[in-house]
Nanobody, 120 residues
Framework: QVHLVESGGDSVQAGGSLRLSCAAS????????MAWFRQAGEWREGVAAV??????IYADSVKGRFTITKDDAKHTLYLQMSGLKPEDTAMYYC???????????????WGKGTQVTVNS
């Protein structure tokens, strides 16, 4: 059974940094595409993704500020966020699938999310 568990969300001041983690289990981790999404209102949007080869993809809104990495040995996906802005406030979700659906929401597996709040 696939499990994705996010952690690292917090409340920070604008300009601050956070690192989110997504611990994965139950699938062949290094063959899967994984991504971070966020939802602040009605819509969930893609933030960043890596495919099975590890190549990163970023939404324009976070390029240069966020970095997505994966540790295959620890089966963990990370999102290093810096230069945080109030508009980054959202619930952040980890997603995984054996296909790269970025930026679609068609990923098969999802975590329950971790809250990031950026105060101005």
């Amino acid at each position: 059974q696939v499990h994705l568990v996010e952690s690292g969300g917090d409340s920070v001041q604008a300009g601050g940094s956070l690192r989110l983690s997504c611990a994965a289990s139950g699938f062949t981790y290094n063959r899967y595409s994984m991504a971070w999404f966020r939802q602040a209102g009605e819509w969930r949007e893609g933030v960043a993704a890596v495919d099975g080869d590890g190549g990163p993809i970023y939404a324009d809104s976070v390029k240069g500020r966020f970095t997505i990495t994966k540790d295959d040995a620890k089966h963990t996906l990370y999102l290093q966020m810096s230069g945080l802005k109030p508009e980054d406030t959202a619930m952040y979700y980890c997603a995984a699938d054996d296909a790269n659906w970025w930026p679609s929401l068609r990923y098969k597996y999802w975590g329950k999310g971790t809250q990031v709040t950026v105060n101005s």
